[in-house]
């Protein structure tokens, strides 16, 4: 699934939606090359989704992170968080 160039609360509900019902499924890849503005919520519901699939025994991953998304996760101090779910 692609992420929409700006992840903020008015974009956050639908995203949420998509991520649960992927999620359903078995294994998700986010495209998050096209992001250039992402909220903190935004981020934390990555976290969440990433957890939720760990706990299904699902692999999550967030293919070609854009600058914008990389910096706002660095500047949030996720970067531990997000670590093992980049994939270039």
């Known amino acids: 699934m692609a992420l929409p160039a700006i992840i903020d609360l008015d974009a956050i509900d639908a995203i949420r939606d998509q991520l649960a019902e992927a999620l359903d499924e078995g294994a998700v890849l986010v495209d ?4 250039e503005r992402v909220s903190t919520n935004a981020l934390l519901l990555l976290v969440s989704a990433a957890e939720t699939a760990r ?3 699902f ?7 854009s600058a914008a998304m990389l910096a706002a996760i660095e500047r949030l101090g996720l970067g531990a968080q997000f670590s093992g779910m980049m994939r270039q």
């Open 32 to 35: 998050a090359g096209g992001v």
């Open 55 to 57: 706990r299904n025994h």
């Open 59 to 65: 692999d999550f991953g967030i293919a070609t992170p």
